[in-house]
């Protein structure tokens, strides 16, 4: 199906879906229940499920058969490319707060700003393990996913080559840059709280940040910053492979960074 017509099939979808509820209601419990849905597939917490639950509450089976059918085709005109299709669906639903001046840069334009500013990331990659992207004001996550498209254009994983920190004080918004991250399986915290002024209401992530152990690599990377000379001895990792200690061990950055995947299997982590 082209992606003009998998637009207009979830328009009218979502028409149907809202009924003669308010759209931003009916948009803001689909697009919490999809995030909620992936925030929950790893680490499972019983909040986040009763959270779920008592949005898909609201609704009857015929309701919420269509909000799985809408996210079948947002995954469906997401997969050409990492690029923001919710921010567009968002702005033509007339469902954005266009009085607080909420817009959202157009697909095209977030990608040509992607592409002048990339540099060589195969080359950061290399020298630095990985990229850490911050967005201060992310939207639905157009600019992050532009970048993410420059990355696999140059052959890298992006759930292996950048980690993203975003925020946004919508957590509407927060939430639609949350489930468009997560489909494109790019490790991330999504914050919802106000860059200026500092303040945190929410955070959660995406399943990549937990399945690729970023908790771990972010402090292991910060440790380095801090103290670049330090070298990780012998020893300390002979006792990180000692299953009382392993637990510690990553917490505190001990284990050499290329060691960490083959520690998963050994050790279930509670995030």
Known sequence: MLESNLKAEFIRLFREFSGHNHPYQGWSDLVHMWSFAFQNAIPQ???TEERYLEIAGKYSKDKLKLAQRMLSLITDMLEPKPADVLGPLYLELEISNK??????????LSQLMANMMTGNPREQVEREEFITLYEPA?????????????????????????????????PVVARMCH???????????????NTLTQEVKEYFHTPAHHLGL?????????????HPAQSV?????????????????IK??????????QYKEQLKLDF
């Open 179 to 193: 489930l468009q991250l997560s489909l494109w399986n790019v490790p991330a915290e999504i914050v919802v709280g």
């Open 138 to 170: 992310c939207g639905a996550g157009g600019m992050i996913l532009a970048y993410v498209n420059c990355l696999i254009s140059e052959g890298l994983n992006s759930a292996e080559s950048i980690w993203v920190s975003a925020i946004d004080v919508d």
């Open 45 to 47: 917490r019983q909040e």
């Open 214 to 226: 970023w908790e771990f690599k972010i402090r292991r990377k910060q440790n380095q910053e801090k």
């Open 99 to 108: 009085d607080s001046g909420q817009f959202f840069t157009p697909p095209e």
């Open 252 to 261: 505190e950055g001990d284990i050499p960074y290329e060691k960490l995947d």
């Open 233 to 249: 001895s012998e020893s300390q990792t002979v006792r990180a492979e000692n299953p009382m200690n392993l637990y510690r061990a």
